[in-house]
Nanobody, 115 residues
Framework: QVQLVESGGGLVQPGGSLRLSCVVS????????MYWYRQAPGKQREWVAL???????DYAEFVKGRFTISSDNAKNTVYLQMNSLKPEDTALYFC?????????WGQGTQITVSS
């Protein structure tokens, strides 16, 4: 079983920054990919960023140049650094990992960008 615990969400002003953390725990699996998604009220979930176990990263067009996905293998943690935040970034953000056991999801953490 894979468990993900997220932190770092909150209220931030437009133009501000936040860093989300996602601690991955469990045993008996190998991580192949790390992902961040978000979902705003009344809208479909959308992909934000990914990082493969080989280190390749990719981003949705609407966050390129503003968000950075990273990981610390020693801490079993995935991060999403969010800069230059906009009101339209307001959403529930989810961490997920693809492993040899399948896809697992965190509980989500709320990001609200408002003045």
């Amino acid at each position: 079983q894979v468990q993900l615990v997220e932190s770092g969400g909150g209220l931030v002003q437009p133009g501000g920054s936040l860093r989300l953390s996602c601690v991955v725990s469990g045993s008996g699996f190998i991580i192949h990919g790390m992902y961040w998604y978000r979902q705003a009220p009344g809208k479909q979930r959308e992909w934000v960023a990914l990082k493969t176990s080989g280190g390749t990263t990719d981003y949705a067009e609407f966050v390129k140049g503003r968000f950075t996905i990273s990981s610390d293998n020693a801490k079993n943690t995935v991060y999403l650094q969010m800069n230059s935040l906009k009101p339209e970034d307001t959403a529930l953000y989810f961490c997920s990992v693809g492993t040899t056991l399948g896809v697992s999801w965190g509980q989500g953490t709320q990001i609200t960008v408002s003045s």
